[in-house]
Nanobody, 114 residues
């Protein structure tokens, strides 16, 4: 069972940036699609960004143009660069395969607030 460890969250002002990292305990090279998900208080977890093994990416409309997902298969790591953050981006962010393959990590909390 691969373990996932997310990091990089924190408190940031609206308009700010953060870079999230997700390190997998096993290889992700054979995983076709990896994704970043988020869960805001009182809401269901949602997929916000995905990346294929070939580097093709897709984004939820709410983050398109502001977030960038990338992956480093050699380091078993997936990144999420988040720019122009908004208060509505506040959530716990998780990574996993798409479709979900492993248990969820603890996530990393992103709070966008003045």
């Amino acid at each position: 069972q691969v373990q996932l460890v997310e990091s990089g969250g924190g408190l940031v002002q609206p308009g700010g940036s953060l870079r999230l990292s997700c390190v997998a305990s096993g290889s992700i090279a054979s995983i076709s699609v990896m994704g970043w998900y988020r869960q805001a208080p009182g809401k269901q977890r949602e997929l916000v960004a995905r990346i294929s093994s070939g580097g093709n990416t897709g984004y939820a409309d709410s983050v398109k143009g502001r977030f960038t997902i990338s992956r480093d298969n050699a380091q078993n790591t997936v990144y999420l660069q988040m720019n122009s953050l908004k208060p509505e981006d506040t959530a716990v962010y998780y990574c996993n395969a798409r479709p979900v393959r492993w248990g969820w990590g603890k996530g990393t909390l992103v709070t966008v607030s003045t």
